[in-house]
């Protein structure tokens, strides 16, 4: 009966040593897993937020111009297209504008002048509504001062034409690159000769392709497709 107790005393000793053992290696193999979550001193859940933080979720985008960066050549461009938009079939009989010496459907657009810039004195600024060089300032009938410029929008090359402006506030030269947003010049004076007796307003246009065409007006509906309707690009939102 003694041989027994102390057989079954070893025997509890012998299992108590298994357990303590079993127990060891599990908070052993726990913590190292613990560890295993843990990536550059934080914790790989702790780094979830930041994901999705990357990932656009909240982020602000920008609201100046378009997202391929086009901007206004003058501001409020929606309100100041009252007379002639693109595409606009115009004769002396059915024109906003009297007299008028054209006919045709405009390739362009004109921006009206406000009230307050009516007067000489009221410098009215042009800015480049894409980047690209200068490739032509000069007097031509029917704008008074020009400047074409050339650009790429949407991944096309086009000509920018720029018509109705003062021709010796056009600072550039042939050839410079003018940015997005930078200034062409200043609006001619209405019915002189830097608009070529015309009122005071931007015509706008943007000609596909990089040969210079300053057409305002094209005889039938088809040749518009030569053209872009500049509000695609820079008309208020």
Known sequence: MEKFFKISSATVLFLAI???LVLYLGIFFQE???DSDWEDGAKIEDNQEPFLENSGMGIPTAEDGNENGQQPPLDRVAERISKKPFGK???PQNSPVSPER????HTAIDLEVFPEELEAEKLVPVRAICSGRLL???SAS???GLAVQECEIENQAVTVVYG??????VANNIGDEIGAGEEIGVLGNGYSVETDGERKHLHLGIHKGSEINILGYVQSESQ??????PCLFVCDK
């Open 18 to 20: 298994i357990f303590s």
């Open 32 to 34: 190292k897993r613990d």
């Open 89 to 91: 079939l115009v004769s």
């Open 102 to 105: 054209f006919s045709g459907y």
């Open 136 to 138: 032509s300032k000069r």
């Open 142 to 144: 029917g704008y008074g």
């Open 164 to 169: 109705h402006l003062k021709l010796s506030s």
């Open 224 to 229: 518009l497709s030569s053209w872009i309707d």
